[in-house]
């Protein structure tokens, strides 16, 4: 089965710095992949996918990130960070044909002034 | 634009007693999942819905707790009783098919506090 690991359940940068989030997964089939953000007692929110296609993926609020097959890795990146961008951030696998959608355990993202 | 519906957005409750959580899907999303997230962890399934089949079921501990989507619409998890180690966030999110690709939508969740 599908499994994430997310390195790093804390990470804090400085407002402006560049903000890096770790994902590697674990699929046996090619798989799918999503970064979902979730602010304090609230819902998870998709910030980007990837599915088949360009492996590097542009989502909302200025957040990319790149499948890379070879390194059975799917990092979040944004070059800037904001004050609101403070939340925490999951990262998620699925198969083709399989329903199970698997996530990681989060990393809460603090941004300093 | 549409949102996944959820009430209540809190919940506390003795150990011992029923509670039940409510979830509206986006309109005309055909797959329903029921997560539970404890605190400082991600979400895990507990059940899936196509319709008002349940597609998958395997992680709902069922002597406690039980789901259902009559209609094929809204969808109600209930907890019967409930126990301390069930404090936690209760997610409802729907997708358009079982397209896995398919993106999630996730409503606001409830969070369940047991005493």
Known sequence: ?113 | EAEVAQSPRYKITEKSQAVAFWCDPISGHATLYWYRQILGQGPELLVQFQDESVVDDSQLPKDRFSAERLKGVDSTLKIQPAELGDSAMYLCASRVSGETGDTQYFGPGTRLTVL
């Open chain 1, 1 to 113: 089965a599908q499994s994430v690991t997310q390195l790093g359940s804390h990470v804090s940068v400085s407002e402006g710095a560049l903000v890096l989030l770790r994902c590697n997964y674990s699929s046996s089939v090619p798989p799918y992949l999503f970064w979902y953000v979730q602010y304090p007692n609230q819902g998870l929110q998709l910030l980007l996918k990837y599915t088949t296609g360009a492996t590097l993926v542009k989502g909302i609020n200025g957040f990319e990130a790149e499948f890379k097959k070879s390194e059975t890795s799917f990092h979040l990146t944004k070059p800037s960070a904001h004050m609101s961008d403070a939340a925490e951030y999951f990262c998620a696998v699925s198969e083709r044909g399989n329903n199970d959608m698997r996530f990681g355990a989060g990393t809460r993202l603090t941004v300093k002034p």
